[in-house]
């Protein structure tokens, strides 16, 4: 009953049948509808009190629906109220009623609306006023809260402030330039901190604020109070030691890191900001230290976070213009035994294919097959090994590396990823009838898959980037839409080419065509 009310009022609405609307909407209970069906019931509402001109029942309305809602809602309901007001006579009516309304007692719930119209305006300190005293009746809520500050913020510090070096340099700063805004951020920042004591993020908001105002000082004092909460938990000289971290205190920082792990000695997640904070400090050589024992031991003999730490050795190798070093020691470690050896083992070889160590990288994949052949990353190896021989530029080899991963891994989705690797591979040689060959054999062989099926869709792009041949390229495009695929969004990417294709236009635009032009077709 509910989906036909709506349905019907919705078409109603779009009718310009106002009353009928609401009179099918009338025996709804707002509070027993979904949000979703409430938001929809609200919006057929709303547009037919304002084609109406029914101010006052659409102020009760809002009340009627914001008494008791989230934050979301709140915001979502103010959107519709807004976008159906704008341009309409009863705007500037529900402006004055509210203005008058908001100042009885238990009227609150109007703040919010009264807010956003005058925001709207451009009057925002009389939107933050209304929304703080909105939030006075609300104080529990987070999501808001948060909302009010970060808002206020943005207000406090627009425009940026441009401020002269004593070199003449000009640098952007973003600094407070009107205090009420950020009095109030403060203010909502630390109801914030008192609901939410253990968010690192409260404090984090709290610091800036300071730190834009100037107040350097009470920004570090805000970490010092959140370690004095409890300055023998691990967990809390952390989340003092982070906040001092993001907003730039690196030597206190590592002051709360290290108070943190000599309670708590075993938390990797800290011994990894740490590091980065080392790092920043200039401190490379001891972060690096800290890196290498977590690759090498792990946690509880488990791997931890791999990618993270080769990333951060990899930054701290290129800080250091010791890349070569970083390659020596991690090709070392392909003898020793280490945690998650076989994730390293690849991980490692996509790096050195980075660093064009082809060699290596060449030789940790063929160890990996022969020590780890069950492994489940067996088949991502086939195809790194063809990724070795392409960023090598041994375009054959690659060819022959992809075909060997998509003859081993038949029907995967290995076998889908190498055929396109192999079109991709041929055309970058300039291979052109060659690749489209390839993503046409791919989409046969795979007639129901639909990555393997949008092989027609690259075709086509491809035929027209070279060749320019509209005629060839629209067959391929209707191959793909027949084939029925669930990929909508490319689904109507195809149609709208054929459409440009019929009117007589490029299907990709001039991008595409000028990408063709400069191309060459040696090799063809």
Request: hydrophobic share 40%.
């Amino acid at each position: 009953d509910v989906a036909i009310r709506l349905l019907l009022a919705q078409e109603q609405i779009a009718a310009g049948q106002a009353k009928e609307c609401l009179a099918t909407l009338t025996p709804l209970r707002w509070e027993k509808l979904s949000r979703d069906d409430r938001l929809r019931a609200a919006e057929a509402a709303v547009a037919a009190l304002v084609k109406l001109g029914n101010t006052p029942r659409l102020i009760e309305l809002w009340l009627d629906l914001t008494r008791s809602t989230t934050f979301v809602e709140l915001q979502r309901l103010a959107d519709i109220v807004l976008q159906a007001v704008q341009g309409s006579p009863v705007a500037e009516e529900l402006k004055t009623r509210l203005s008058s309304l908001i100042q009885e007692q238990g009227q609150w719930p109007l703040l919010w609306l009264y807010a956003r119209l005058v925001g709207r305006e451009g009057d925002h300190k009389s939107e933050m006023q209304y929304y703080s005293r909105y939030v006075e009746h609300v104080g529990d809520d987070t999501e808001l809260l948060r909302f009010v500050a970060h808002l206020s913020i943005e207000y406090a510090t627009l425009p940026l402030k441009i401020e002269a070096t004593r070199d003449r340099t000009t640098s952007a700063a973003i600094r407070v330039l009107d205090a009420s805004y950020s009095d109030l951020a403060i203010d909502l920042y630390k109801r914030l901190i008192a609901l939410q004591p253990m968010v690192a993020e409260n404090y984090a908001a709290l610091m800036r604020i300071y730190q834009m105002r100037g107040e350097v000082e009470a920004a570090k004092k805000v970490a010092a109070e959140v370690a004095q909460r409890d300055p023998d938990s691990p967990k809390t000289l952390a989340i003092a030691a982070s906040i001092l971290d993001e907003n730039g205190f690196i030597p206190e920082a590592l002051h709360f890191y290290e108070r943190s792990l000599r309670a708590d000695p075993t938390n990797f997640a800290v011994w990894m900001k740490y590091a980065e904070a080392l790092r920043a400090a200039g401190q490379r050589t001891e972060a690096e230290i800290i890196y290498k024992k977590i690759l090498e031991e792990g946690y509880n003999s488990r791997p931890y976070n791999q990618p993270a730490i080769l990333a951060a050795l990899y930054r701290t190798a290129l800080e250091t213009n010791r890349t070569h070093e970083l390659v020596n020691y991690l090709y070392g470690l392909r003898t020793h035994s280490i945690p998650g050896k076989p994730e390293f083992l690849l991980s490692t070889s996509k790096l050195f294919i980075q660093l064009r160590e082809f060699e290596k990288a060449g030789e940790l994949i063929s160890q990996f097959q022969k020590e780890f052949a069950t492994s489940n990353l067996l088949e991502e190896s086939y195809l790194l090994r063809g990724q070795v021989w392409f960023s090598r530029g041994d375009i054959p080899r690659a060819i022959e590396a992809y075909r060997e991963a998509a003859t081993r891994f038949a029907g995967s989705p290995t076998a889908i990823s190498a055929g396109f690797n192999i079109a991709v591979a041929y055309a970058h040689a300039g291979k052109i009838q060659e690749a489209l060959a390839a993503f046409e054999d791919l989409a046969r062989r795979h007639p129901t898959d639909d990555k393997a099926q949008s092989a027609l869709y690259e075709a086509a792009v491809l035929c027209w980037r070279f060749y320019g041949d509209s005629q060839r390229c629209a067959q391929y495009l209707e191959r793909y839409l027949a084939a029925r695929t669930l990929d909508f969004a490319l689904r109507k990417t195809v149609r709208d080419a054929l459409k440009r294709i019929q009117a007589g236009q490029p299907p990709f635009g001039e991008a595409a065509a000028q990408a063709r032009d400069s191309q060459t077709t040696s090799g063809l």
